[in-house]
Nanobody, 123 residues
Framework: QAQLVESGGGLVQAGDSLRLSCAISGRTFRAYASAWFRQVPGKDREFVAAITWNHGWTYTGDSVKGRVTITKDAKNTVYLQMNGLKPEDTAVYHC?????????????????WGQGTQVTVSS
């Protein structure tokens, strides 16, 4: 099993920056990739960004492209740096990890999820 714990969310103003963290413990030695998804009530979880553990390849969703950066460190923590935040970025941000290769933006293939951290952007 893997445990994922997010932190760093909060209330910010439009244009501000925020960095989310995801501390991962457990089966990270077998994880292929970790990602951030976000969700607003009544909608499916939307892919934000992903990073592969072996090569550090990164992928970013179209709605946030150019405004977010995903990174990882040697302590099995994944970060999401978000700049130029907009009110439409308001959501619960979830960290996820998957063991298998494939389309890193495909939500159903992620086996492990964190509880999420709320990000609220005021206009």
């Amino acid at each position: 099993q893997a445990q994922l714990v997010e932190s760093g969310g909060g209330l910010v103003q439009a244009g501000d920056s925020l960095r989310l963290s995801c501390a991962i413990s457990g089966r990270t030695f077998r994880a292929y990739a970790s990602a951030w998804f976000r969700q607003v009530p009544g909608k499916d979880r939307e892919f934000v960004a992903a990073i592969t553990w072996n090569h550090g390849w990164t992928y970013t969703g179209d709605s946030v492209k150019g405004r977010v950066t995903i990174t990882k460190d040697a302590k099995n923590t994944v970060y999401l740096q978000m700049n130029g935040l907009k009110p439409e970025d308001t959501a619960v941000y979830h960290c996820a990890a998957r063991l298998t290769t494939g389309d890193v933006s495909f939500r159903p293939e992620y086996e492990y999820w964190g509880q999420g951290t709320q990000v609220t952007v005021s206009s």
